[in-house]
C-alpha cells in the first residue's frame, strides 16, 4: 500500500531498524567484554536518521558500523567499557519504545479515519 508510505512513517520504520540493530551491537560489544582484542562498535543513530530524513533511499542499505572512537582500551587490546554498553542498552530500548509509540499513534489516526470515512 503505498499510501502508507508517508514519510513519517517511513522515518519511524528506519528508526526501528536502527535501534534494533544497534540493540544487536550493544549486546554483542558486552558479550564480548573478555575477549581479547575486540573493540566495541556502534552506529551513528543520529546520522542514520538524518540521511533518512534528507530522502536518502535507505531501504535497501544497512546501518554503517563504526568502531567506537576514544575508547580507553585495556593491556589485552580490549576496549568495552560495561558501564557505557549498560547505559546505552537502556538509551536504545527508551528509543525503541517510544518510536514504537509513536508508530501505534500514527496507525490509530489511520484506523480512525477508515472508520469515519465508512459512515
Known sequence: MSWLNTPQLMLLERSLDV??????????????????????????????????????????????????????????????SVDRESLLLAEVQLQFKAAAAVLRAEFAQIATAIKEGAA
Open 19 to 80: 535501534n534494533s540493530m544497534r540493540q544487536t551491537l550493544v549486546t554483542t560489544n558486552l558479550a564480548n567484554v573478555d575477549t581479547p582484542g575486540y573493540h566495541a562498535r556502534d552506529v551513528d543513530f543520529q546520522g542514520e536518521l538524518t540521511r533518512a530524513a534528507m530522502g536518502a533511499d535507505v531501504s535497501l542499505t544497512s546501518p554503517f558500523v563504526l568502531p567506537v572512537p576514544g575508547l580507553i582500551s585495556r593491556p589485552d587490546g580490549n576496549n568495552v
